[in-house]
């Protein structure tokens, strides 16, 4: 992936004026960062990674990625991405379990979610995508029982690696204009059935939300050394 950093209000306000708006991470989520190994590793119902690594809001206490599981000694781990080092993963899922981002969308438009996501031969195969407006008080569901594939294994289209990306795991949805200017976004990637069994994993990585800036956040970014742009390798 390839992110141009624009240091200059001019440079923005050009760039604008060619491409008639471009579309900004807002914030997005490598898996940097190695969860515990060893006697170590988190057995909890939830785990908080943290904030956002990539994007506007990188490193803002206004973001996180975390998951919630109803069983109380749920395994959190950071395998292989899709191409990357890490992903956050987990096992013993049950309906309703899920893992959430939080951010802020104040200023942005056009609000779009893409991201990779896979599960082992028995871990949960459909999921839905929801998303929060108000704190989690209330729940929008965007998409409804979206297919997960499984990673590995002979019918598997591939086995994420730490160093090759396959497309294929990568999911994209645009929001209509309820996500747009929010001050509070929460968007959960939510286990709509029961896995195969209790050690079947799912996992997460690239997670990245954007946006158009208006014209003023633009401005603002551009001053502050953060505006970025991203395209998919």
């Known amino acids: 992936?390839?992110?141009?950093?624009?240091?200059?209000?001019?440079?923005?306000?050009?760039?604008?004026?060619?491409?008639?708006?471009?579309?900004?991470?807002?914030?997005?989520?490598t898996i940097n960062t190695a969860l515990p190994t060893g006697t170590d590793v988190p057995m909890q119902p939830s785990y908080v990674y943290g904030a956002a690594e990539e994007g506007v809001l990188a490193g803002s206490a206004s973001t996180s990625l975390f998951g919630v599981h109803a069983n109380e000694i749920t395994t959190w781990t950071s395998p292989a991405g899709n191409g990357s080092p890490r992903?956050?993963?987990?096992?013993?899922?049950?309906?309703?379990?899920?893992?959430?981002?939080?951010?802020s969308t104040s200023g942005f438009t056009a609000i779009s979610l893409s991201w990779d996501?896979?599960?082992?031969?028995?871990?949960?195969?459909?999921?839905?995508?929801?998303?929060?407006?108000?704190?989690?008080?209330t729940w929008t569901t965007a998409l409804v029982g979206y297919e997960v594939l499984q990673s590995g294994g002979g019918s598997a289209p591939g086995t994420w690696n730490s160093t090759t990306y396959n497309p294929i795991y990568t999911s994209s949805f645009s929001f209509g204009a309820e996500l747009d200017d929010q001050a509070t976004v929460s968007i959960r990637f939510q286990a709509a059935v029961a896995p195969g069994g209790e050690s079947g994993s799912n996992r997460l990585d690239n997670i990245f939300i954007e946006g158009v800036p208006s014209p003023g956040a633009v401005a603002l970014l551009a001053m502050a050394g953060l505006a970025g742009r991203r395209r998919r390798r």
């Open 117 to 137: 996501q896979a599960r082992s031969s028995t871990g949960p195969q459909f999921f839905d995508l929801l998303y929060s407006l108000d704190g989690g008080g």
């Open 87 to 103: 992903s956050f993963s987990s096992n013993r899922w049950a309906i309703g379990d899920y893992y959430q981002v939080d951010l």
């Open 1 to 29: 992936m390839i992110r141009v950093t624009v240091l200059a209000v001019a440079a923005v306000a050009s760039s604008l004026a060619a491409s008639g708006g471009f579309a900004d991470v807002i914030a997005g989520w």
